[in-house]
């Protein structure tokens, strides 16, 4: 894979240098079969450091967990080897069926039926709580 030359794919730019690996898993990458570079400690003139992750495949990506996860990324979406879309992204109001209540009171954890929904309470200091019984997410 010519990691510079993506003909159809997503480029996952700006991380947060040491994010990718985390991004790259809760984005559930080790689980497909197609080519994606992660790549580490890219030097850049904005951040100083940075990850990227591009991935050589026309697959969709949930952006809600990019912006849970570093909401300073860019999205950039490639088609036939040009960019055509470059989306910078927030942090999600509500995380759905991403990260998981870690009450053991929760209601969550006796209704497994039941999806994982966390909501944003706090934007400057990036609290998640539990929809259900207000537990604080700490990563
Ligand atoms: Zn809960």
């Known amino acids: 894979m010519n990691i510079d030359s993506i003909q159809d794919g997503i480029v996952i730019d700006h991380i947060t240098a040491g994010q990718g690996m985390k991004l790259y898993r809760l984005l559930g990458l080790d689980e497909l079969d197609v080519s994606i570079a992660l790549i580490k ?16 495949a026309d697959i969709p990506v949930n952006i809600d967990i990019i912006g849970f996860v570093d909401p300073g990324a860019t999205v950039n979406f490639i088609r036939h080897g040009e960019l055509v879309e470059k989306r910078s992204i927030a942090m999600p109001e509500t995380l759905t069926n991403v990260i998981r209540c870690k ?30 019984c207000e537990t604080k997410w700490t990563g």
């Open 103 to 132: 009450n053991p009171r929760c209601i969550t954890s006796s209704e497994q039926e039941l999806a994982q929904v966390f909501k944003l309470t706090d934007r400057v200091n990036k609290v998640y709580r539990c929809a259900y």
């Open 41 to 56: 400690n890219v030097v850049s003139r904005k951040l100083g450091r940075k990850d990227i992750i591009k991935i050589d």
